[in-house]
């Protein structure tokens, strides 16, 4: 497949699985959200009913008034709408861009000598096998009788994601490590979604159709997953962004980088769904969960940046930048051109080109990060070595204009 074909199906499966994912976390947070705002009804015809709590709303020029059922109301309306394509879209196009670019390349995208020595089906099949066991592990936990004890569960599934994470990183390239830690969320979620949420709600409508008594267990399973899945979306997120920022995936202690990330992003959604239910506490909701996120997010910030630079000197086209065009030419140029020469790059990576002199100083500031966590040359396909990472740092650090 030409390397053309790669990057236009790339394009358009980012696009979808962009679309999809935002359809699909919308109607997630905003069925989280009007879930957590219900009040109790006050119409007793409404409670004869068996409505359990509603929610007047205005949006877009209406008055809207949602209800929900304690279990379900005593005759199925006609129309009934469901909410999983959503889900089902996400998963299959962002399988597809796993598939397409992590594992159809994973000598590029995945594998790092550096880090693991692995074959292109050994990583294929441990990747795989995170996304799989991830589940399997997972939905034993939930159908445990740990389940009964929500945060003893919370904490052991922090624990368990913690312990992949540091796996992930210890086996693939950075940028493959976060990647998969966020398909093995997501399968997880999407998962939840296809195996408890849809089933038990497709039981309870078939028990009112034949006239039987729905079991309340099938709607609290499945808001158990739903709840989970709420607080796995702002990891998964940070992970599907998370390769365009080597300070992040390239960091010597990168596993640390991505439990933190992801320990706030939960935090801080944390807070958001307490939030939702401030009616209940007079108008207040504690910003612990939200402080401790941010603190997280800054201790991070603080121990990725980079030590100060000494001042530069004033001369960047002496001898010593010739060996520095001689380095970026043989294991940079050859993705970074106008004519990429590396195979699978049909043009340079960020439009990022490093084929002159001239465009060598102009993006001293973006090589620096992308050469000092290792990120570049991606899987060190060009093979650059170490003493020629450090000569090439040197000179950013003491000789290149900033």
Not at 46 to 51: A, I, P, S, W
Request: hydrophobic share 50%.
């Amino acid at each position: 497949m030409s390397a053309y074909v790669i990057d236009f199906l790339s394009l358009l499966g980012r696009w979808v699985h962009l679309v999809t994912g935002i359809a699909w976390i919308g109607a997630s947070f905003y069925f989280v959200w009007l879930d957590n705002h219900l009040l109790a009804p006050t119409d007793d015809a409404l409670v004869r009913k068996g409505v359990a709590g509603e929610l007047w709303a205005v949006h877009g020029g209406g008055f809207y008034n949602a209800q929900k059922y304690r279990v379900a109301p005593q005759v199925l309306p006609r129309s009934l709408h469901w909410f999983y394509w959503e889900a089902y879209s996400t998963f299959l196009s962002g399988f597809f861009l796993l598939g397409l670019l992590y594992y159809a390349q994973a000598e590029v995208y995945l594998i790092d000598p550096r880090i693991a020595a692995l074959s292109k089906p050994a990583a294929i099949a441990i990747g795989l096998a995170f996304l799989i066991g991830g589940w399997v592990v997972y939905d034993v936990l939930c159908r445990s009788p740990l389940a009964r004890s929500g945060a003893g569960l919370g904490c052991l599934i922090a624990l368990l994601s913690s312990a992949a994470a540091f796996a992930l990183c210890r086996l693939f390239s950075g940028r493959g490590a976060f990647i998969e830690f966020g398909a093995m969320l997501g399968t997880i979620m999407v998962a939840n979604v296809y195996f408890v949420i849809i089933p038990g709600q497709r039981e309870m409508v078939r028990a009112k159709r034949e006239g039987r008594e729905p079991d309340p267990q099938a709607g609290l399973r499945g808001k158990l997953r739903s709840v989970h899945n709420t607080y796995f979306t702002l990891p998964v997120l940070f992970t599907m962004i998370s390769n365009h920022y080597a300070v992040a995936f390239g960091a010597r202690r990168n596993w640390l980088v991505l439990i933190a990330m992801s320990a706030a992003g939960v935090l801080i959604r944390v807070y958001f769904v307490a939030r939702h239910k401030r009616h209940e506490r007079g108008g207040r909701t504690s910003p612990t969960s939200a402080v401790l996120g941010l603190a997280v997010l800054a201790a991070t910030a603080a121990a990725l940046a980079p030590p100060p630079a000494p001042p530069a000197a004033a001369d960047a086209s002496s001898a010593h930048f010739e060996a520095i065009q001689h380095i970026v030419a043989l294991r940079c140029a050859p993705c970074h051109a106008a004519v990429p020469t590396q195979p699978g790059f049909a043009t340079a990576p960020k439009g990022l080109l490093l084929d002159s002199p001239e465009a060598i100083l102009a993006h001293v500031a973006a090589i620096a990060p992308q050469v000092a966590t290792n990120a570049m040359p991606i899987g060190n396909l060009t093979g650059m070595t170490d003493a020629e990472r450090a000569q090439l740092l040197d000179w950013i650090r003491r000789d290149s204009p900033r």
